[in-house]
């Protein structure tokens, strides 16, 4: 099954959409949650809830889903759609483009919002490694993402790894280009390790911050480095 | 053909049985926007080999006066023979002095001009002194320190009275030369390869004729013939094969004798290449 698929399986996060209390709680109340909240460039996102009254669905309620990406200056209306009899809802092919929080507010209902659901957006990436004869492997990576933040070209650190070893070498450093506006490109050559070998690219473009978690938003190692566990 | 991204590949089964449970999504290992695959290649052995760095070891030690000499070989790793002995760079250092300019024209948005050119040509081509004084005047010295810090070096130390007088190391100088391609801006590092691999006759000795024409080198030479003092940095290049090679010697008795040093250097490292 490909990320799309996985990504529209409607699977709710349980502790995400609002709770019902065991006893009904005055007033409309709107629960929403998210298939995944972390997806891949370019994968559509499916939003899913229900507007309640009393613990009873309301049905045929206008709803707007909103969204506010990074970095983070407001929601802005992105969708119109309304419940179904049940009052289930269903925002489908929501397409996501960089980190975004998003909320379901229903029309007409004063101050019903959903639980604001933040989604991180990681780029769509390819990476390719092609022998071009003995000691000359060429790498290579593409990046589909966002188009926020400029286009300069940052660099590119690889590093190789023999498969069965633990340290990461400082094998090239290059400059990425912008093929168009959110696809960068990378590539080099080097001489590989061994015959089956493992390799990571890293770098800190300009529109890192917009993507991915901020677990990862920190400066690629400039020099070998070791894992705690073998490669490969 | 293109692979995706194997984090995503390890991570979707994960996604599948474990997605009512957020905490268990998350990839633990990333630290950086870092992503990896794996390659299938022939690799080649390190350049110069072993053999021949000891063979160049045994060699500097029959030579008379004070010698050290370093090899970053084809994979990046360092060895020689008194590797971090302190020397004076004489005009080695004008290579530093280059890169340290090339980097002042990027950071100012600016090309290479003919006024440029008039100090730069000179310097390497025929290691003009006074050029290079122009230029470390323009660029200052605290430029070159930043290039010694950038390329690693940990025996850099500014001259006292003369550029020439530039503490360095064969260590410092061997990892110099290999990060020439990372520490010159792309846009003039044509540039910089045409003027180290253009030396003005003379002045090639030592790597050069030893290595010429099976090998690309950069390179330049020092002398303080006062002291005794012969040195030379190269960065040899051919197809899937870069390595660098620092020589540094003084109280030589001639400087034809320190040319024949180094030369012997070069020719232990470069007997058995392919």
Redesign the interface.
């Known amino acids: 099954m490909g990320r799309l698929g996985a990504g529209l399986l409607a699977l709710t996060l349980t502790g995400l959409a609002v709770a019902s209390a065991p006893a009904s709680p005055v007033g409309p109340v709107l629960s929403a949650s998210v298939v995944t909240h972390e997806l891949t460039y370019g994968t559509p996102l499916a939003v899913i809830g229900s507007l309640t009254n009393g613990g009873v669905g309301m049905g045929d309620a206008p709803l707007t889903l909103q969204a506010d990406a990074y970095p983070f200056h407001g929601f802005l209306t992105i969708a119109h759609g309304s419940t179904e009899p049940s009052g289930s809802f269903d925002f489908s092919e929501v397409r996501l483009n960089r980190n975004t929080r998003l909320r379901v507010v229903a029309e007409g209902t004063e101050d019903t919002t959903s639980s604001v659901l933040g989604v991180i957006v990681d780029p769509s990436v390819q990476n390719y490694a092609r022998s071009l004869g003995p000691g000359r492997i060429r790498l290579s990576v593409r990046l589909r993402h966002t188009a926020v933040g400029d286009s300069a070209p940052v660099v590119a650190r690889w590093f190789v790894a023999a498969r069965g070893t633990r340290i990461f070498h400082l094998a090239a450093e290059t400059q990425t280009r912008e093929l168009s506006p959110g696809m960068t490109y990378a590539s080099t050559i080097v001489d590989p390790p061994s015959r089956r070998f493992v390799y990571r690219v890293c770098l800190n473009p300009t529109w890192e911050h917009a993507m991915g978690p901020p677990a990862v938003h920190r400066p690629c190692p400039k020099q070998d480095f070791k894992v705690p566990h073998d490669v490969g | 053909?293109?692979?995706?991204?194997?984090?995503?590949t390890a991570r979707?089964p994960a996604?599948?049985a474990a997605?009512?449970v957020?905490a268990a999504?998350?990839v633990p290992?990333?630290?950086?926007?870092?992503?990896?695959?794996?390659?299938?290649?022939?690799?080649?052995a390190a350049f110069p080999s072993a053999g021949a760095i000891a063979s160049a070891k045994s060699f500097l030690n029959s030579r008379a006066g004070h010698t050290s000499f370093a090899v970053l070989d084809?994979?990046?790793h360092l060895s020689g023979l008194r590797v971090h002995e302190h020397f004076q760079t004489a005009s080695v250092v004008k290579v530093m002095m280059l890169v340290a300019y090339l980097q002042m024209l990027d950071a100012r948005h600016r090309g290479l001009g003919a006024a440029d050119t008039s100090l730069l040509y000179p310097m390497i081509h025929v290691s003009d002194n006074n050029a290079a004084s122009a230029v470390l005047a323009i660029v200052g010295s605290g430029a070159l320190e930043r290039v010694a810090r950038e390329s690693g070096m940990t025996d850099y130390a500014p001259g006292v009275g003369w550029w020439a007088y530039t503490q360095t190391s064969a260590a410092d100088q061997a990892r110099f030369f290999f990060a020439l391609e990372?520490l010159i801006p792309?846009r003039f590092y044509g540039y910089a390869r045409w003027l180290l691999s253009g030396i003005e006759p003379s002045q090639s000795w030592g790597i050069p004729p030893v290595a010429r024409p099976r090998w690309q080198v950069f390179f330049k030479t020092g002398a303080l013939p006062s002291e005794g003092l012969f040195n030379e940095v190269g960065r040899l290049e051919r197809?899937?094969?870069t390595f660098t090679i620092a020589v540094f010697t003084s109280s030589e008795p001639s400087m034809a004798y320190g040319e024949q040093t180094i030369q012997g250097v070069a020719t232990a490292l470069l007997a058995h290449a392919r």
């Open positions: 053909m293109w692979a995706e991204h194997p984090r995503w979707l996604l599948l997605c009512a957020l999504l998350r290992t990333a630290r950086a926007l870092e992503y990896q695959g794996e390659g299938q290649g022939i690799p080649v084809s994979q990046g990372r792309p197809p899937g094969v």
